[in-house]
């Protein structure tokens, strides 16, 4: 079993910042995709970014440019740093993993490893 914990998660205002960390196995951070999903109330969870085993980062459009995605091989951990964050980025938001070293198509069936999530709040 693959355990995933996600931390950071927090209420801001609109043009903050929050930075969600994930802490995992090291042979998953080490050799594996990993990525952060996010699922706002009513609506179904999407991809927000991802970065696979060769560093290659992959980010949703409405994120480019404000979200950052990394891993810190020495921690353990998967990290996303959130800046200029809008209402629109409220939701509960999710770490996951593979065992790909690739990064597959932002489908959460092709993901079967899950944090139980952390809350990101915006006000305007």
């Known amino acids: 079993q693959v355990h995933l914990a996600e931390s950071g998660g927090g209420s801001v205002q609109a043009g903050g910042s929050l930075r969600l960390s994930c802490a995992a196995p090291?042979?998953?951070?080490?050799?594996?995709?990993m990525g952060w999903f996010r699922q706002a109330p009513g609506k179904e969870r999407e991809g927000v970014a991802d970065?696979?085993?060769?560093?290659?980062?992959n980010y949703a459009d409405s994120v480019k440019g404000r979200f950052t995605i990394s891993k810190d091989n020495a921690k353990n951990t998967l990290n996303l740093q959130m800046n200029s964050l809008k209402p629109e980025d409220t939701a509960m938001y999710y770490c996951?993993?593979?065992?790909?070293?690739?990064?597959?198509?932002?489908?959460?069936?092709?993901?079967?490893?899950w944090g139980k999530g952390t809350q990101v709040t915006v006000s305007s």
């Open positions: 996951a993993a593979t065992t790909l070293s690739g990064c597959p198509i932002w489908a959460t069936s092709s993901f079967p490893y």
């Open positions: 090291q042979y998953i951070v080490d050799n594996y995709c």
């Open positions: 970065i696979s085993f060769f560093g290659q980062t």
